[in-house]
T-cell receptor
Framework: KNEVEQSPQNLTAQEGEFITINCSYSVGISALHWLQQHPGGGIVSLFMLSSGKKKHGRLIATINIQEKHSSLHITASHPRDSAVYICAVIGDKLIFGTGTRLQVFP | DGGITQSPKYLFRKEGQNVTLSCEQNLNHDAMYWYRQDPGQGLRLIYYSQIVNDFQKGDIAEGYSVSREKKESFPLTVTSAQKNPTAFYLC???????????FGPGTRLLVL
């Protein structure tokens, strides 16, 4: 079993829909990253959080340390949000999930 | 223009050849990392360096080598001992070991 699990693996949505991507982990962590990887391969860090909730534009990330779970929400999704979203946890080392591929259609 | 540059974007290697992937940063970050990404798998750590002239093996170091002679540069050599080198390679940097990591654009390596 992977130490970091993401769901769903693939997600399609119509423009404007509310999106939720989930990340569960089984190790002790000090913080959690949400990353975005575009089709060209480049990776951008969206959030690093260790408790509660963070918001940036249409993106919201939450984490529940007791339940070892984090969610990434996208409000009013847009085709330009199409990417792979990766969860990574910082414990003794950085452990990456396998990613959620999101496609948003107009 | 600040950031992390990786070159080349695409690299073709013949079997039995060593190739070196470049990673340069002007963010003045102490820590640098090399990751490998394969389809359907999370990023896996190859090597990392927290300071100049020092580096540590990651989870999949076999068949790879690195050097850290300058703070700005952390080249990765894929040797002929790496039996399955075709992958996407990402370099990352951070201020320190548990800080946010910033990623380069990646190099896609293909073995002919």
């Amino acid at each position: 079993k992977n130490e970091v699990e993401q769901s769903p693996q693939n997600l399609t949505a119509q423009e404007g829909e509310f999106i939720t991507i989930n990340c569960s982990y089984s190790v002790g962590i000090s913080a959690l990253h949400w990353l975005q990887q575009h089709p060209g391969g480049g990776i951008v860090s969206l959030f690093m959080l260790s408790s509660g909730k963070k918001k940036h534009g249409r993106l919201i990330a939450t984490i529940n340390i007791q339940e070892k779970h984090s969610s990434l929400h996208i409000t009013a999704s847009h085709p330009r949000d199409s990417a792979v979203y990766i969860c990574a946890v910082i414990g003794d080392k950085l452990i990456f999930g396998t990613g959620t591929r999101l496609q948003v259609f107009p | 223009d600040g950031g992390i540059t990786q070159s080349p974007k695409y690299l073709f290697r013949k079997e039995g050849q060593n190739v070196t992937l470049s990673c340069e940063q002007n963010l003045n970050h102490d820590a640098m990392y090399w990751y490998r990404q394969d389809p359907g798998q999370g990023l896996r750590l190859i090597y990392y360096s927290q300071i100049v002239n020092d580096f540590q093996k990651g989870d999949i170091a076999e068949g790879y080598s690195v050097s850290r002679e300058k703070k700005e540069s952390f080249p990765l050599t894929v040797t002929s001992a790496q039996k399955n080198p075709t992958a996407f390679y990402l370099c990352a940097t951070s201020r320190g070991g548990r800080e946010t990591q910033y990623f380069g654009p990646g190099t896609r390596l293909l073995v002919l």
